[in-house]
């Protein structure tokens, strides 16, 4: 079974401030991981996945296998940066067509 | 390029009636995907069609079903609704479903059942 935790719903941090939301994930496979973030009355969409290694708005994320985790983070957060984040995770191995599983989501709030 | 469209936006519906719900999927992609969204369960994987072929299914009643047309436009519909059906439904396009592929997600359609 695919399980996704983030064990923060709510995360605050001032503009400027290093912020990490953090992911940690139960698969028995190859797992490959994702961020997806939905601002404000905009759609869910794709931040960035582990496949890609690529910085995305600063954000970068690390797959720590050992620990099972896929943390985001950002070293200086911006307002724009408020928003709601999920972790998300299918198999590697290319047979999961379109499924995603999803973490509950963390509630990022960066205050001015 | 025209993002995924959902209709309808909004439905209100009662117990033991059913729905169906649209998707049409960006330009040239041919793979659908649906979601459910609760506050209990958050986002859960219902189906995946490509080429009108449903590839991959999560843990959901056969109550819900789906169907996808030549044109990859894909519907979903749920028979027989529940109280806990009330959810948000989302649907996502990605050209070929494989993990490389980007899904693109719609608006969603809010269903409240009572």
């Known amino acids: 079974a695919q399980r996704v935790t983030q064990p923060e719903k709510l995360l605050s941090v001032f503009k400027g401030a290093p912020v990490e939301l953090k992911c940690n994930y139960s698969?028995?496979?190859?797992?490959?991981l994702f961020w997806y973030v939905q601002y404000s009355r905009q759609r869910l969409q794709l931040l960035l996945r582990?496949?890609s290694r690529e910085s995305i708005k600063g954000f970068t994320a690390d797959l720590n296998k050992g620990e099972t985790s896929f943390h985001l983070k950002k070293p200086f957060a911006q307002e724009e940066d408020s928003a709601m984040y999920y972790c998300?995770?299918?198999?590697?191995?290319?047979?999961?067509?379109?499924?995603?599983?999803f973490g509950q989501g963390t509630i990022l709030t960066v205050h001015p | 390029k025209a993002g995924v469209t959902q209709t309808p936006r909004y439905l209100i519906k009662t117990r033991g009636q059913q729905v169906t719900l649209s998707c049409s999927p960006i330009?040239?992609?041919?793979?659908v995907s649906w979601y459910q969204q609760t506050p209990g369960q958050g986002l859960q994987f219902l189906f995946e069609?490509?080429?009108?072929?449903?590839?991959n299914k999560g843990n959901f009643p056969g109550r819900f079903s789906g169907r996808q047309f030549s044109n990859s436009r894909s519907e979903m519909n749920v028979s027989t609704l529940e109280l806990g059906d009330s959810a948000l439904y989302l649907c996502?396009?990605?050209?070929?479903?494989?993990?490389?592929?980007?899904?693109?997600f719609g608006p969603g359609t809010r269903l409240t059942v009572l």
């Open positions: 996502a396009s990605s050209s070929t479903g494989f993990i490389t592929d980007t899904q693109y």
């Open positions: 698969y028995s496979g190859s797992p490959e």
């Open positions: 582990h496949i």
């Open positions: 998300a995770l299918t198999d590697a191995g290319g047979t999961s067509y379109g499924k995603l599983t």
């Open positions: 330009s040239g992609h041919r793979s």
């Open positions: 069609y490509f080429s009108e072929t449903q590839r």
